[in-house]
């Protein structure tokens, strides 16, 4: 079979920003044998745009969808999770947020790739060609990101963990906590103890460094 008789791969891109969609479909473009048929705002839209795609008379649908994480609306991995639950096209997350918390979440969500914003053009021309290919796609500080929890398991912490530590780190009180997360301060301070425990550490600004440290938050 010559390279003219590959078949194109077909990519959605999802993303809230106009001109990052404008810039990311004439990188894109550009690639051989991939084309951006469609763009979408948020997560509502692309879930809109797959299940449209689906059931257009001799359309070939939709290869691969190509997401952001931060969006208004339906958040990227949200729209990831349910796109997999009707079994839609394969998902690379393409963001600029490296946390550990994104990125498990990403991935529990059933994300085939994580890649970030700043990688080279040919990275990501391999990233789209693999995930349309059922192949797994994760950048190096990524994989790197990944490996460093699975050596220690013991910082992993839970997700309220992790929304509590981001919350933290807005300078909130223990009170402001409490209403944000619908929760008492009694459970607020149990949290504490455990992620004090969990990083090693004895108060907050040591735990909000030690999470940055880690890309938790």
Same mark, same amino acid.
């Given at each position: 079979?010559?390279?003219?008789?590959?078949?194109?791969?077909?990519?959605?891109?999802?993303?809230?920003?106009?001109?990052?969609?404008? +810039?990311?479909?004439? *990188?894109?473009?550009?690639?051989?044998?991939? /084309?951006?048929?469609?763009? &979408? @705002?948020?997560? $509502?839209? =692309?879930?809109?745009?797959?299940?449209?795609?689906d059931?257009?008379?001799?359309?070939?649908?939709?290869?691969?969808?190509?997401?952001?994480?931060?969006?208004?609306?339906?958040?990227?991995?949200?729209?990831?999770?349910?796109?997999?639950?009707?079994? +839609?096209?394969?998902? *690379?997350?393409?963001?600029?947020?490296?946390? /550990?918390?994104?990125?498990? &979440? @990403?991935?529990? $969500?059933? =994300?085939?790739?994580?890649?970030?914003?700043?990688?080279p053009?040919?990275?990501?021309?391999?990233?789209?060609?693999?995930?349309?290919?059922?192949?797994?796609?994760?950048?190096?500080?990524?994989?790197?990101?990944?490996?460093?929890?699975?050596?220690?398991?013991?910082?992993? *912490?839970?997700?309220?963990?992790?929304?509590?530590?981001?919350?933290?780190?807005?300078?909130?009180?223990?009170?402001?906590?409490a209403?944000?997360?619908?929760?008492?301060?009694a459970?607020?301070?149990?949290?504490?103890?455990?992620i004090?425990?969990?990083?090693?550490?004895?108060?907050?600004?040591?735990?909000?460094?030690a999470?940055?440290?880690?890309?938790?938050?």
């Amino acid at each position: 079979m010559t390279d003219d008789d590959q078949p194109v791969i077909k990519v959605l891109l999802v993303d809230d920003h106009p001109v990052v969609r404008t +810039g990311l479909r004439a *990188l894109v473009e550009g690639f051989e044998g991939v /084309q951006v048929v469609a763009e &979408a @705002a948020d997560g $509502a839209e =692309a879930l809109s745009i797959v299940n449209a795609s689906d059931h257009q008379a001799g359309h070939g649908g939709i290869d691969v969808v190509v997401m952001d994480i931060q969006m208004p609306g339906l958040d990227g991995i949200t729209t990831t999770a349910r796109l997999q639950a009707q079994h +839609g096209p394969p998902v *690379l997350i393409l963001t600029t947020y490296d946390t /550990q918390s994104d990125v498990v &979440a @990403a991935l529990e $969500a059933g =994300a085939k790739g994580y890649l970030l914003k700043d990688a080279p053009p040919e990275k990501l021309q391999r990233a789209i060609v693999d995930t349309a290919a059922g192949k797994p796609t994760l950048s190096a500080d990524i994989a790197a990101l990944l490996m460093h929890r699975m050596q220690q398991p013991q910082v992993s *912490l839970s997700s309220r963990e992790v929304e509590l530590l981001a919350l933290l780190a807005t300078g909130a009180t223990n009170r402001q906590l409490a209403q944000s997360l619908f929760i008492s301060e009694a459970t607020v301070k149990t949290h504490l103890v455990h992620i004090y425990q969990k990083l090693g550490v004895t108060n907050r600004t040591a735990a909000i460094n030690a999470a940055r440290e880690q890309r938790l938050i």
